[in-house]
């Protein structure tokens, strides 16, 4: 199994940046690639953006684009979250998720951690 801390969550005005952590613990040597999903209250969890652990091949929807930046740092097994320009409707708890690479999916979740963007 893995296990996914996250932190860094927190309330920003619109405009402001947070960075989000997320440190994997466990059986890590399994991990194909890990990202970050949402759930504003009231809707389903979304997913936001993705990186491959070895290449670092990254993927964003569109609304995040030029605004978010994943990263991470393999010899932490850590992902990072950074949010710049934040705006109201980012407001949703933040959950990071890991992919085996004999899943087909993501597979394991983290806690969430909440962001709020006051307007």
């Known amino acids: 199994q893995v296990q996914l801390v996250e932190s860094g969550g927190g309330l920003v005005q619109a405009g402001g940046s947070l960075r989000l952590s997320c440190a994997a613990s466990?059986?890590?040597?399994?991990?194909?690639?890990m990202g970050w999903f949402r759930q504003a209250p009231g809707k389903e969890r979304k997913f936001v953006t993705g990186?491959?652990?070895?290449?670092?091949?990254?993927t964003y929807v569109d609304s995040v684009k030029g605004r978010f930046t994943i990263s991470r740092d393999n010899a932490k097994n850590t992902v990072y979250l950074q949010m710049n320009s934040l705006q109201p409707e980012d407001t949703a708890v933040y959950y990071c998720?890991?992919?085996?690479?004999?899943?087909?999916?993501?597979?394991?979740w983290g806690q969430g951690t909440q962001v709020t963007v006051s307007s």
């Open positions: 466990g059986r890590t040597f399994s991990i194909y690639a």
């Open positions: 990186i491959t652990w070895s290449a670092g091949t990254t």
């Open positions: 998720a890991s992919w085996s690479g004999s899943s087909a999916t993501y597979d394991y």
